[in-house]
């Protein structure tokens, strides 16, 4: 089989300059980003890292995110209570439950991005 990754994540904006610097500022995601140990960056790609991605169609009446949206992003992380206290300290709303978490799974937290989009989270066990 000839995929080995996903290549990018595309979606419509009302302000797409606004949504890039917020997830740019806020997340260190998108064009111009790199993730520690990813490389150096490069203007029109965001270099992540390897690891784990979760590709899984839910249910179309989930209750696991907003009913009016389409998809929820889930960004894996490193140091996630660090990087909550830092986006709540930025002013962003961030919701933790104790029954997302799971230590075969790891720990959860949610955010929106300005335009509502919901975006998971996610610091596997071995992060």
Partial sequence: ????????????AQDP????AWY??????GSGCAAPGAGEAEE????????????????ADTDYFRADKAFMLNLRVTN??????????SGINVETRDEWNDPN????????????NPVELWEPPSA
Avoid: Y
Avoid at 17 to 20: N, Q
Avoid at 80 to 89: D, S, Y
């Fill in 1 to 12: 089989m000839g995929v080995i990754g996903i290549g990018g994540l595309f979606f419509r």
């Fill in 17 to 20: 300059e606004a949504l890039t």
């Fill in 24 to 29: 740019r500022d806020h997340l260190n995601v």
């Fill in 44 to 59: 029109w790609v965001w270099k992540a890292k390897g690891g784990p991605v979760v590709f899984a169609p839910f249910k």
């Fill in 80 to 89: 996630l209570a660090q990087l909550v206290e830092r986006l709540k300290n």
């Fill in 105 to 116: 799974v790891g720990s959860f937290a949610r955010v929106h991005d300005p335009e509502g």
